[in-house]
């Protein structure tokens, strides 16, 4: 539980260290993408919203990945009022180290998937039916044996209640 507590922190700080670092989603090795699991249109009817994070080796090389790792723990989602300026992230789940030797041979153009899932309760939070909202997604891991968080990419998904007419 102590190397639990210590590796989500250190999640924290490199994963916030690596986005002042690197530009967004510029990681030249892959290509992040996410759809909701349900329909092409993300509509929030008083259920959990899931979704789906599609990870591609945009690469020419085959890549080691540490699939298991990123499932375990997911996406990391904050999530932006399209209404006013007002954001907040979503909890994450706890990383297990020990799933970082457990990685997935990415060959050039494979993809692998990642679940992603915003509460009901959350979401009832930001309006209920009338919500308007975008979930900003980023994909990151070790990728050397290390405990250095790497952005792998990010995305954005926008999610809107069933009373929302979508404008935009």
């Not at 690596?18 to 967004?24: A, D, F, G, N």
């Not at 979704?51 to 790792?69: C, D, H, M």
């Not at 959350?122 to 009338?130: A, P």
């Not at 975008?134 to 926008?158: C, H, Y």
Request: aromatic content about 6%.
């Amino acid at each position: 539980m102590h190397h639990q507590l210590i590796l989500h922190a250190a999640i924290l700080l490199s994963s916030s260290a690596s986005t002042e670092i690197q530009p967004m989603n510029t990681n030249p090795d892959f290509e992040v993408s996410a759809a909701c699991s349900e329909s092409s249109r993300c509509i929030f009817d008083h259920d959990d919203v899931d979704f789906i994070v599609t990870v591609r080796n945009v690469s020419n090389t085959a890549i080691k990945f540490p699939l298991e790792f990123v499932q375990h723990g997911g996406p990391y989602i904050v999530l932006h009022d399209n209404r006013r300026e007002y954001s907040e992230s979503v909890p994450s789940g706890m990383r297990d180290e020990k799933l970082l030797n457990n990685v997935t041979l990415l060959q050039p153009g494979q993809s692998a998937s990642v679940p992603g899932s915003i509460s009901a309760a959350q979401l009832e939070e930001w309006g209920g039916s009338s919500v308007d909202l975008t979930a900003n997604i980023k994909i990151s891991a070790p990728m050397d044996g290390t405990f250095k968080f790497r952005l792998i990419g990010e995305t954005t998904l926008r999610i809107i209640g069933k009373d929302v007419e979508e404008s935009r």
